[in-house]
């Protein structure tokens, strides 16, 4: 066999194992696949930082060290301000969770007895016994996995700063070493592609956390305004949800309106609501959309529904809140290999 | 960091100053200090050729440019013939030991070759690409500039002799 070709096969056969290997390693690894997509999240959202501080003269080290010495001191500033507010919102939220559940549950039977009303003989069945023991069970499963999910969160925080550290760090020495790998005749190919998929993610990701930062600030800052309960935490579930299309915001406003009903609400305070929740999508859709638009993947509704559908059977509801990143990135990518294989070529 | 325990220090550092040493003597990078010198040594890629492997195909997307650190390359032409039937290779010219080539795909979208790219014997080749002059000129503006400055001129060169060629060739036709 001519030296060339069996020198290619060898190095394919070498890039494509360690692929394999490093995509085994991530999935096995406990809590090692969500802190290194949130390492990745990380770093493309301090990269531009690092980069303008190394513009600015600093070596890469030092590039490196100064935003994350900015990131732990605003991680403990926020862990003295931000934290016990947090904190006692979610213990009260956790003591009055009954009253809101009731209020739920006398929604669901209003509406069932104006739906039996129309549709007596095509459903006999009885929704507020069957939904009820469902939310109740979702809302006391949260709180008694809540434990579970901070100590897996410990380990988590504790590895996805790391690994953000290193990704910056060394990153694209570690892709360089990885493409040196590749034979030479798909070593342009696999080059641009890798330059193309990045700096897309990357635009992706950051537009995503501007979005996700405005729309849970305009949240907040309004409900508490109103003097409404829970105001942080509705604009920290506002602002995480906010990354699933079409569905987070509506969603996102549910607890809002529960909270609101069971005190009693003269109908005057789930117009601010309303008006709240609305201003925050018109700003974002406004402000920030028009800027970065290119950059956000966009999805059709229906694709929306049956990928969050797939991420809540796969992972729950984590699954529902980093499918959408996670299949657009895959979107991106796709996207970027099939136009290049394409074009790459003669 | 990556890769410290498996690399041959001294064989790197080596490698390093060739490197270094072919990037300063080619005319696009002749302006750069020592620093901006050692930060393109860690962006660009080094790839070896064996005897008659291509390095690019005519015709196809072009991503960047070549250096040649040891070695030469043969520059062909593929092209119909008169009939319009069959597919003549026309020899262009063989590029030796600091010879650069595809520097036009720097600043193309997505740009075909125009030639086809052999490495005549062991080659030691330095690419540098699209993607790692983005990066250059995001982590240290000054320096891309320098280059790209440098590339103007180059293909300005190149410009102008090509320019000067067409008109004799035209005078030729019209004798």
Same mark, same amino acid.
């Given at each position: 066999?001519?030296?060339?070709?069996?020198?290619?096969?060898?190095?394919?056969?070498?890039?494509?194992?360690?692929?394999?290997?490093?995509?085994?390693?991530?999935?096995?690894?406990?809590?090692?696949?969500?802190?290194?997509?949130?390492?990745?999240?990380?770093?493309?959202?301090?990269?531009?930082?690092?980069?303008?501080?190394?513009?600015?003269?600093?070596?890469?080290?030092?590039?490196?060290?100064?935003?994350?010495?900015?990131?732990?001191?605003?991680?403990?500033?926020?862990?003295?301000?931000?934290?016990?507010?947090?904190?006692?919102?979610?213990?009260?939220?956790?003591?009055?969770?009954?009253?809101?559940?009731?209020?739920?549950?006398?929604?669901?039977?209003?509406?069932?007895?104006?739906?039996?009303?129309?549709?007596?003989?095509?459903?006999?069945?009885?929704?507020?016994?069957?939904?009820?023991?469902?939310?109740?069970?979702?809302?006391?499963?949260?709180?008694?996995?809540?434990?579970?999910?901070?100590?897996?969160?410990?380990?988590?925080?504790?590895?996805?700063?790391?690994?953000?550290?290193?990704?910056?760090?060394?990153?694209?020495?570690?892709?360089?070493?990885?493409?040196?790998?590749?034979?030479?005749?798909?070593?342009?190919?696999?080059?641009?592609?890798?330059?193309?998929?990045?700096?897309?993610?990357?635009?992706?990701?950051?537009?995503?956390?501007?979005?996700?930062?405005?729309?849970?600030?305009?949240?907040?800052?309004?409900?508490?305004?109103?003097?409404?309960?829970?105001?942080?935490?509705?604009?920290?579930?506002?602002?995480?949800?906010?990354?699933?299309?079409?569905?987070?915001?509506?969603?996102?406003?549910?607890?809002?309106?529960?909270?609101?009903?069971?005190?009693?609400?003269?109908?005057?305070?789930?117009?601010?609501?309303?008006?709240?929740?609305?201003?925050?999508?018109?700003?974002?859709?406004?402000?920030?959309?028009?800027?970065?638009?290119?950059?956000?993947?966009?999805?059709?509704?229906?694709?929306?529904?049956?990928?969050?559908?797939?991420?809540?059977?796969?992972?729950?509801?984590?699954?529902?809140?980093?499918?959408?990143?996670?299949?657009?990135?895959?979107?991106?990518?796709?996207?970027?290999?099939?136009?290049?294989?394409?074009?790459?070529?003669? | 960091?990556?890769?410290?325990?498996?690399?041959?220090?001294?064989?790197?550092?080596?490698?390093?100053?060739?490197?270094?040493?072919?990037?300063?003597?080619?005319?696009?990078?002749?302006?750069?200090?020592?620093?901006?010198?050692?930060?393109? /040594?860690?962006? #660009?890629?080094?790839?070896? +050729?064996? =005897?008659?492997?291509?390095?690019?195909? $005519?015709?196809?997307?072009?991503? &960047?440019?070549?250096?040649?650190?040891?070695?030469?390359?043969?520059?062909?032409?593929?092209?119909?013939?008169?009939?319009?039937?069959?597919?003549?290779?026309?020899?262009?010219?063989?590029?030796?030991?600091?010879?650069?080539?595809?520097?036009?795909?720097?600043?193309?979208?997505?740009?075909?070759?125009?030639?086809?790219?052999?490495?005549? /014997?062991?080659? #030691?080749?330095?690419?540098? +690409?699209? =993607?790692?002059?983005?990066?250059?000129? $995001?982590?240290?503006?000054?320096? &891309?500039?320098?280059?790209?400055?440098?590339?103007?001129?180059?293909?300005?060169?190149?410009?102008?002799?090509?320019?000067?060629?067409?008109?004799?060739?035209?005078?030729?036709?019209?004798?």
């Amino acid at each position: 066999m001519n030296a060339v070709i069996l020198e290619r096969r060898i190095k394919l056969v070498f890039f494509l194992a360690a692929l394999i290997l490093l995509l085994l390693a991530v999935a096995k690894i406990e809590n090692f696949m969500i802190s290194l997509i949130l390492g990745f999240v990380t770093s493309y959202m301090l990269a531009p930082l690092v980069d303008l501080l190394e513009r600015k003269g600093f070596s890469r080290q030092w590039a490196t060290v100064i935003p994350f010495l900015g990131l732990t001191i605003g991680i403990v500033i926020a862990i003295q301000l931000v934290v016990p507010m947090l904190t006692e919102q979610v213990a009260t939220l956790k003591t009055n969770l009954p009253k809101y559940v009731e209020v739920a549950t006398g929604l669901f039977t209003r509406a069932e007895s104006e739906v039996v009303g129309i549709i007596k003989t095509v459903y006999p069945g009885d929704i507020t016994s069957t939904v009820q023991p469902h939310i109740l069970g979702w809302a006391t499963d949260f709180f008694q996995g809540l434990p579970n999910y901070i100590s897996k969160s410990l380990m988590i925080l504790f590895l996805t700063p790391l690994l953000a550290f290193f990704i910056l760090l060394d990153g694209r020495q570690f892709v360089r070493s990885f493409l040196t790998l590749v034979p030479n005749n798909f070593f342009e190919l696999a080059l641009n592609l890798n330059h193309q998929i990045g700096s897309q993610i990357g635009g992706f990701i950051r537009a995503r956390f501007v979005q996700s930062t405005l729309v849970g600030a305009v949240i907040w800052i309004g409900l508490m305004i109103l003097g409404f309960p829970y105001a942080l935490v509705l604009a920290v579930v506002g602002g995480i949800l906010n990354v699933i299309p079409y569905l987070g915001p509506l969603i996102a406003v549910v607890p809002a309106v529960l909270i609101s009903l069971s005190g009693g609400t003269d109908g005057s305070e789930l117009a601010w609501i309303a008006i709240i929740y609305t201003t925050a999508q018109v700003l974002d859709a406004a402000l920030i959309t028009p800027f970065v638009v290119a950059r956000i993947v966009n999805l059709h509704p229906v694709t929306v529904i049956l990928v969050i559908i797939v991420g809540s059977q796969m992972m729950g509801v984590l699954g529902m809140i980093i499918c959408i990143p996670i299949f657009s990135a895959l979107k991106v990518s796709t996207i970027a290999i099939y136009k290049h294989l394409t074009d790459f070529r003669s | 960091m990556v890769n410290f325990i498996w690399e041959n220090l001294f064989e790197k550092a080596e490698k390093g100053q060739s490197v270094r040493k072919a990037l300063k003597e080619n005319i696009l990078f002749q302006d750069l200090s020592l620093r901006e010198l050692r930060v393109l /040594e860690n962006i #660009v890629n080094v790839r070896n +050729f064996r =005897p008659g492997e291509c390095v690019f195909k $005519q015709g196809e997307v072009g991503v &960047g440019m070549y250096i040649i650190n040891s070695g030469s390359v043969n520059v062909t032409v593929e092209e119909l013939d008169s009939n319009g039937k069959n597919v003549k290779i026309t020899h262009v010219t063989q590029l030796k030991k600091n010879g650069f080539f595809g520097e036009l795909a720097l600043v193309e979208d997505n740009g075909r070759r125009s030639a086809t790219c052999t490495a005549h /014997e062991e080659s #030691v080749l330095i690419g540098f +690409f699209k =993607p790692d002059l983005m990066e250059l000129v $995001q982590r240290n503006p000054t320096a &891309g500039v320098k280059i790209l400055l440098r590339l103007g001129e180059v293909l300005g060169t190149r410009l102008k002799e090509t320019t000067a060629r067409i008109t004799m060739l035209k005078k030729e036709v019209t004798l």
